[in-house]
């Protein structure tokens, strides 16, 4: 068993620690996983890093050696003690305990008021992964880059291209703020207990504009779930079923092939400035 194992095996052990499935515990035990993770974070000692997900702290204890700052949110209260006794010998953390879903970033970044880059790294539950990279990019806290451990599905939806069952709202999502990555893939041992899955870490660099000039963010995104929804209708039919903007089929056909859209096309095959020429010259 390698050290880490065994390490984690310990504080399980002394700390009396069950894993909680509902919360996606699943523990990292591979240092090269843990290396990956900090080198695709670029982290550096001007930086301030949020942690999401510290659990037993073993990534949050490279982190202290390598960053300037970590902030560490943790929903579990079992692991807040364990963290501080974990990370004794460092002073430049702060362990925050609360749900990431509901937590007020803005806030807690204006308290702290750091100067240098703000990172973000997590390794959390799978069911959360979405919701959180979503509110990360959409809260506009000028985070840099978000480095996250996700299912490998995911990371794949995420970084896909047009043209794929792959390619979907989430894809353009995340395009729309950031650059993404996979960093690397993840087998089922590299973690305690082991999840079901193949998992992925990603990397996706925030970006300060969107690729592309997006007239109305929201009827953006209101198009793009409605085009995904029915993605394997033509674009002409998911847009003219979705009640949208009152189009109706031969008008919106018209108005398509104006923007140089062929109308039977599948949404999965739509680039993001085919999705935006669609909200800024059609509604
Ligand atoms: N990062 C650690 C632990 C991963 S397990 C490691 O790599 O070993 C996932 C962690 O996310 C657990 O500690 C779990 O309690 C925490 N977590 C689950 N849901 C959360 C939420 N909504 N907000 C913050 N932390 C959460």
Request: glycine content about 8%; some cysteine.
């Amino acid at each position: 068993m390698n050290k880490l194992a065994v390490k984690t095996k310990e504080l399980m052990r002394r700390f009396n620690i069950h894993p909680n499935k509902r919360l996606g515990q699943n523990f990292l035990i591979e240092q090269k996983v843990l290396d990956s993770i900090i080198a695709a974070g670029d982290v550096g000692q001007d930086d301030l890093v949020i942690e999401i997900g510290p659990g037993l702290g073993t990534l949050t204890e490279e982190l202290c050696r390598k960053a300037g700052k970590v902030i560490a949110i943790e929903l579990d209260r079992r692991f807040i003690g364990i963290l501080d006794d974990v990370l004794s010998e460092y002073n430049n953390y702060k362990v925050v305990q609360g749900d990431i879903l509901s937590l007020n970033l803005k806030e807690l970044l204006g308290e702290i008021n750091y100067q240098g880059d703000v990172k973000v790294i997590a390794n959390l539950p799978y069911y959360i992964t979405t919701p959180v990279i979503m509110k990360l990019l959409e809260e506009g806290t000028g985070i840099k880059s978000i480095v996250v451990m996700v299912q490998k599905e995911v990371a794949e939806r995420i970084t896909a291209g047009p043209g794929g069952k792959e390619y979907g709202a989430l894809t353009i999502a995340v395009a729309f703020y950031g650059l993404p990555g996979i960093v690397l893939d993840v087998p089922p041992h590299s973690f305690i207990p082991e999840p079901e899955v193949y998992s992925s870490v990603i990397r996706i660099e925030v970006q300060k504009e969107p690729p592309i000039y997006v007239k109305d963010r929201e009827n953006f995104f209101k198009i793009v779930r409605a085009s995904f929804s029915q993605r394997r209708k033509t674009i002409l039919n998911a847009l003219s079923n979705s009640g949208l903007f009152g189009w109706d089929k031969p008008d919106l056909k018209q108005k398509l092939n104006s923007i140089g859209i062929v109308e039977t096309k599948r949404p999965e095959t739509l680039s993001i400035s085919d999705y935006a020429r669609i909200v800024n010259e059609l509604i």
